[in-house]
């Protein structure tokens, strides 16, 4: 047992939606009587990519004794959900579930999906491979968030864009549509610490003091993290710098564009 930090669920505000489940990776929560319960202690990690998915506000971060969380205990809880929820036909079926297959009850975002990009994207045949189709617009290095020091002269009064590190995989245009003019930095709301990057990312609010910020997403809940973090640190520490948030497709396109107020969460 130790103190760590552990998602906690008002019953009384819960209505039982079920927004939460899949935006737990890890299977934790789960629609029981009508209430989302956490299953288990040992298969939250306490990360809470949840707590936005929830239109009640059931949900909130505690720190509280707690056993540590099990990641080999996760992946039997997945496995076991999993089986639960084929069909016998499916089962029965030439395509066996695998263990390396992505849980049906896991991320959404780690649903494989096959995309099929427009046949004129390659370049044309007479053009160098080794050339770029269009120069870099990139203005510094590094650009992880876990890098960047708040204290890097680039940042400095700048356009600060706070991408999701995804996102230039389906915005065929980042370069020119996002990045031109604008100071990078970028990660993994899904796979990197949360608390650190709101921590980074108010150091950098009051060092650098940017013009603006626009935080790009992708539209699968695992990635809501990032613009979370983004945007309550600039309500805490600097809410008069405007900010944007970017919602896109993993098809490419913007599906959603919002301009949160200073209370917003």
């Given at each position: 047992?130790?103190?760590?930090?552990?998602?906690?669920?008002?019953?009384?505000?819960?209505?039982?939606?079920?927004?939460?489940?899949?935006?737990?990776?890890?299977?934790?929560?789960?629609?029981?009587?009508?209430?989302?319960?956490?299953?288990?202690?040992?298969?939250?990690?306490?990360?809470?990519?949840?707590?936005?998915?929830?239109?009640?506000?059931?949900?909130?971060?505690?720190?509280?004794?707690?056993?540590?969380?099990?990641?080999?205990?996760?992946?039997?809880?997945?496995?076991?959900?999993?089986?639960?929820?084929?069909?016998a036909s499916m089962i029965a079926a030439s395509h066996p579930a695998k263990e390396s297959a992505a849980p049906q009850c896991g991320c959404p975002g780690s649903a494989m999906q096959q995309l099929n990009p427009a046949a004129n994207a390659a370049p044309p045949a007479s053009q160098e491979v080794s050339q770029p189709v269009m120069p870099s617009q990139l203005g510094h290095w590094p650009i992880q968030l876990m890098l960047v020091p708040p204290q890097a002269p680039f940042l400095k009064n700048a356009d600060l864009l706070i991408c999701a590190?995804?996102?230039?995989?389906?915005?065929?245009?980042?370069?020119?549509?996002?990045?031109?003019?604008?100071?990078?930095?970028?990660?993994?709301?899904?796979?990197?610490?949360?608390?650190?990057?709101?921590?980074?990312?108010?150091?950098?609010?009051?060092?650098?003091?940017?013009?603006?910020i626009t935080v790009l997403k992708m539209e699968v809940p695992c990635c809501d993290g990032i613009a979370q973090a983004?945007?309550?640190?600039?309500?805490?520490?600097?809410?008069h710098i405007p900010v944007e948030v970017h919602t896109i497709g993993v098809r490419g396109g913007i599906v959603d564009r919002k301009t949160p107020c200073e209370s917003a969460a």
């Open positions: 047992m130790a103190v760590r930090k552990i998602v906690r669920i008002d019953e009384e505000l819960c209505d039982g939606c079920g927004d939460c489940v899949p935006a737990c990776a890890e299977g934790a929560i789960q629609i029981i009587d009508g209430k989302a319960k956490l299953v288990s202690d040992t298969f939250c990690d306490g990360l809470g990519v949840c707590l936005g998915e929830c239109p009640q506000n059931a949900i909130t971060i505690e720190e509280r004794e707690a056993p540590e969380f099990d990641e080999a205990a996760v992946t039997q809880h997945l496995a076991k959900l999993r089986k639960d929820t084929q069909s590190d995804c996102v230039p995989f389906t915005v065929p245009d980042f370069h020119y549509r996002y990045l031109t003019g604008r100071a990078l930095v970028v990660g993994c709301p899904k796979l990197d610490d949360l608390q650190h990057y709101y921590d980074k990312l108010k150091s950098i609010y009051q060092e650098a003091a940017p013009r603006s983004a945007v309550q640190a600039r309500n805490e520490v600097a809410p």
